[in-house]
């Protein structure tokens, strides 16, 4: 590979802001730089122009970087794929996923990217789809910018395998808060069980636990006494739940294991992030 690709940049990419962090290599590296500028949504226009005509602009002096983007939940819709033991091939487990997501969200997941993570024919894994218009111009815009993609996460996922060494492996449940939405996960045994992304409404706090009540009671056929909670709200800080609620907050911000420096590290503006919500 030519030294010109060692430098990486690594995207925070939201309705809302875009968060770069680029990091150098070399003979003589130099410490990491951050960008992270707002985005204003225009009510006629795709909640993605925004951020991708402030990610063209920032990029424009980044020739010869290798690009890692992080896609906010607004931009990805999630599943959870069952147990298959007969699939035996990628592209029977691709076909899967794409017959499972027109399940659950019909005729729109035929205009999305699906990719499938933590796969295991045993215990299932997840599915995760983004707009395949918006992958088109993330893969043109660097290409123009004379950057190399070489990959795009979603936030969800992403931030769980980051963690994943905290949870305990029996039972738990993710919640990972942005601006304007929050996505919870059930986990059990090390398996995804359920998943909810939803926008934020009105109250975080009320709707987030009226969330978990219901996604405990409906979709895990049992709810414990205590539930413990691991919860990642960087844009919320002082996000908390009653101590009487009947589950236990574990925050990741209190773990010995730091955030990626592109993730979010700051509230945005309500009124704002309320502009820039995506639909769904």
Known sequence: MSLLW???LQ???APARVILVRSYKGVKPKPATQLSVECEHKPDQAAWESPLAQLEEIIANAQGTEVVITLSNHFMRYAVLASQKNI???AELHAY???HMREVFGERAAEWMISVSAWDPCSGGVCAAMPRSLFERLEELTARGKTRLKYIEPYLTATFDHWR???DARRGWFVLVETGRFC???LEDGAWQRISNQRIVHNLEDELLVT???EAILFSGRKEAIETVYLFAPEHPQLILP???GWRVTSLHTVNTLPPPHYPAGAIVPDKANECAASG
């Open 6 to 8: 060692h430098d990486r």
């Open 11 to 13: 995207v925070f990419f």
């Open 88 to 90: 035996a091939s990628a």
């Open 97 to 99: 996923a794409e017959f």
């Open 165 to 167: 060494k905290h949870f």
């Open 184 to 186: 919870l996960a059930l």
């Open 212 to 214: 978990l009540d219901q």
């Open 243 to 245: 101590e009487d609620c």
